[in-house]
């Protein structure tokens, strides 16, 4: 069974850094499938903000968020993580690690698993 936790959401001003992290269980952490941090804000889309290919340097960011938002993995303990800094009140929302089956495509529609979500608040 696969499950996805994510830990590390919060509040922070404007400028601060927070780090999120998601421990996988079960087999979707293996070499050859992805894992992806989206977020969604009250009234608007869920978007991809970070893609990762679990065993591989291959990362994938939205341009909202390059050079401040970095994802990560730690393949011994089934990790991801999300380090963002410079953060922005826009980068207000909840945030949800995901997994998919094979390579990191951009629609949320095409990840199986998704954690429960962690609230990141930035206040300006």
């Known amino acids: 069974q696969v499950r996805l936790v994510e830990s590390g959401g919060g509040s922070v001003q404007a400028g601060g850094s927070l780090r999120l992290s998601c421990v996988a269980s079960?087999?979707?952490?293996?070499?050859?499938?992805?894992m992806a941090w989206f977020r969604q804000a009250p009234g608007k889309e869920r978007e991809a903000v970070a893609r990762?290919?679990?065993?591989?340097?291959?990362?994938y960011y939205a341009d909202s968020v390059k050079g401040r938002f970095t994802i990560s993995q730690d393949n011994a303990d089934n990790k991801v993580y999300l380090q963002m800094n410079s953060l922005k009140p826009e980068d207000t929302a909840m945030y949800y690690c995901?997994?998919?089956?094979?390579?990191?495509?951009?629609?949320?529609?095409?990840?199986?698993?998704w954690g429960q979500g962690t609230q990141v608040t930035v206040s300006s």
């Open positions: 990762i290919a679990i065993g591989d340097t291959i990362t």
């Open positions: 079960g087999y979707i952490y293996s070499r050859g499938n992805c």
């Open positions: 995901a997994a998919r089956i094979g390579y990191c495509y951009l629609p949320s529609a095409l990840y199986n698993y």
